[in-house]
């Protein structure tokens, strides 16, 4: 049996620095856990969308025209046409994300040829070269935007940084289309990781990008209190 750590590993690696740090220290060599089975057709994973702002050199044309080589573009003029064809794509096994920017325009963008990946992630395994959320973060944010990896450790869900992570779907939409209409540059709209793509990644031992496993339900969450003497 494997294990895989789909929420906490910061608080996991921390655990065990606690407990090598402390080896006389009973306490530390144990730490709650919930343990959940990944075929539970309940879990699910929610889509975790990316707000882009704060860059210094920005121009939607140019990010179009680069686009173009590499996907197929539908243009919309509302939002629920570009989510239907996303989810056209994704029933498809084929890498969809969507684009609003502050012209109005609604845009689904679908990969034409993964083999891209193959150079831009060489050094990873086919199965995280083909993640949706790897391929934005390669190909569009960092070869095209300029916001490779250092710059995307700045991002946040409270805004920030050249990246913020959106959470879900409804309101969470409406909001991050009307930051673009304000202030941001552009938003880019996730289809959801699949359950079955974050354990083929974790069993060759490589870690999901960031913020591409906000998985559904949450468990409940509260404070539990070592005894004090």
Do not use: C
């Given at each position: 049996?494997?294990?895989?750590i789909?929420?906490?590993?910061?608080?996991?690696?921390?655990?065990?620095q606690?407990?090598?740090e402390n080896?006389?220290?009973?306490?530390?060599?144990?730490?709650?856990?919930?343990?959940v089975?990944?075929s539970n057709?309940?879990?699910?994973?929610?889509?975790?969308?990316r707000?882009?702002?704060?860059?210094?050199?920005?121009?939607?044309?140019?990010?179009?025209?680069e686009?173009?080589q590499?996907?197929e573009?539908?243009?919309?003029?509302?939002?629920?046409?570009?989510?239907?064809?996303?989810?056209?794509?994704f029933k498809?096994?084929?890498?969809?994300?969507g684009?609003?920017?502050?012209?109005?325009?609604?845009?689904?963008?679908?990969?034409k040829?993964k083999?891209?990946?193959?150079?831009?992630?060489?050094?990873?395994?086919p199965?995280?070269?083909?993640?949706?959320?790897?391929?934005l973060?390669?190909?569009?944010?960092?070869?095209?935007?300029?916001i490779d990896?250092?710059k995307?450790?700045?991002?946040?869900?409270?805004?920030?940084?050249?990246?913020?992570?959106?959470?879900?779907?409804?309101?969470?939409?409406?909001?991050?289309?009307?930051?673009?209409?304000?202030?941001?540059?552009?938003?880019?709209?996730?289809?959801?990781?699949?359950?079955?793509?974050?354990?083929a990644?974790?069993?060759?031992?490589?870690?999901?990008p960031?913020?591409?496993?906000?998985?559904?339900p949450?468990?409940?969450?509260?404070?539990?209190?070592n005894?004090?003497?």
């Open positions: 049996k494997y294990i895989i789909a929420d906490g590993h910061h608080r996991y690696k921390t655990a065990l606690l407990s090598s080896p006389d220290l009973e306490s530390t060599k144990y730490r709650m856990l919930t343990f089975n990944i057709p309940g879990l699910v994973v929610l889509p975790t969308h707000l882009v702002q704060n860059l210094e050199v920005f121009s939607k044309e140019k990010l179009i025209e686009i173009y590499y996907f573009l539908a243009i919309f003029d509302n939002k629920d046409e570009m989510f239907s064809l996303m989810d056209k794509m498809q096994k084929n890498h969809s994300f684009l609003f920017m502050d012209d109005g325009n609604y845009y689904t963008l679908t990969l040829d083999k891209i990946m193959d150079s831009l992630l060489a050094d990873k395994s199965n995280l070269r083909s993640l949706d959320v790897a391929i973060h390669a190909l569009i944010l960092d070869k095209m935007l300029g990896k250092e995307l450790l700045q991002g946040t869900m409270k805004g920030g940084g050249f990246v913020s992570y959106i959470k879900g779907i409804g309101d969470a939409v409406d909001e991050s289309i009307q930051t673009v209409k304000d202030s941001a540059q552009a938003v880019f709209f996730m289809n959801p990781t699949r359950v079955e793509e974050v354990e990644v974790s069993k060759h031992f490589e870690v999901m960031q913020k591409s496993t906000f998985f559904h949450k468990i409940w969450t509260g404070f539990t209190i005894k004090l003497r």
